[in-house]
């Protein structure tokens, strides 16, 4: 089946120490999407991908950054962790037809701890 | 900029009880509406979708909504809930001028009583 995967599933790291999260797609959709989702919350868009252009919401720290090397991948890197960077990091895609806003295919999430 | 509202954000009820989970949004212009499902453990899921056209929609596992242009609403119902339905339940919208952007609602989780 066609899917969103998010690799790994948890991951922890320590104050300070970089990590990358990563999101690999079979859909072919043109449109990547990186969210955090803290506890009880809404998920809320960090950036996104339209194609090779990155696109980053103005509230986004610059700790988090994204790579998109090719259409399948996407990289969300955190520079320096800290303890309030604790949230689950959903991926999600689209295919933008023309213009058109379609539906977003969410992945399932990476589950990151900060200790 | 665009604002989704969950005024309920936990609600408990007993199998076979009738649902209705309340979403309002902040923009004038033309919106296309979504609500997602995500249960236990498990990833966000597309229950169903407003474009255009004819206002109720109908979703996945028996699950509709309504859109009511005059209120900015779009509230999910189900008739009779199952245990199964057991989730949190998210509103989310993309306006005309947010390009590919979707906003959220805060969520609402459900806990269906067996």
């Known amino acids: 089946d066609a899917m969103v995967i998010q690799n790994p599933r948890y991951q922890v790291t320590q104050f300070g120490k970089p990590v990358t999260l990563s999101c690999s797609q079979t859909?072919?959709?043109?449109?990547m999407y990186w969210y955090q989702q803290k506890s009880s919350q809404a998920p809320k868009l960090l950036f996104h991908y339209y194609d090779k252009d990155f696109n980053n919401e103005a509230d986004t720290p610059d700790n988090f950054q994204s790579r998109r090397p090719n259409t399948s991948f996407c990289f969300l890197d955190i520079r320096s962790p800290g303890l309030g960077d604790a949230a689950m990091y959903l991926c999600?895609?689209?295919?933008?037809?023309?213009?058109?806003?379609?539906?977003?295919?969410f992945g399932p999430g990476t589950r990151l701890t900060v200790t | 900029a665009q604002s989704v509202s969950q005024h309920n954000h936990h609600v408990i009820l007993s199998e076979a009880a009738s649902l209705e989970l309340g979403c309002n949004y902040s923009y004038g212009g033309t919106v296309n509406l979504f609500w997602y499902v995500q249960y236990p453990g498990q990833h966000l899921q597309l229950l169903l979708k407003y474009f255009s056209g004819d206002p109720l929609v109908k979703g996945i596992k028996g699950f509709e909504a309504e859109f009511i242009k005059s209120k900015f609403s779009f509230n999910l119902r189900k008739p009779s809930v199952q245990w199964s339905d057991t989730a949190e339940y998210f509103c989310?919208?993309?306006?005309?001028?947010?390009?590919?952007?979707?906003?959220f609602g805060g969520g609402t989780r459900l806990m269906v009583k067996p």
């Open positions: 989310a919208v993309n306006g005309d001028n947010a390009g590919n952007m979707l906003t």
């Open positions: 999600a895609t689209s295919r933008d037809r023309q213009g058109v806003f379609v539906e977003q295919y």
């Open positions: 859909l072919n959709h043109n449109v």
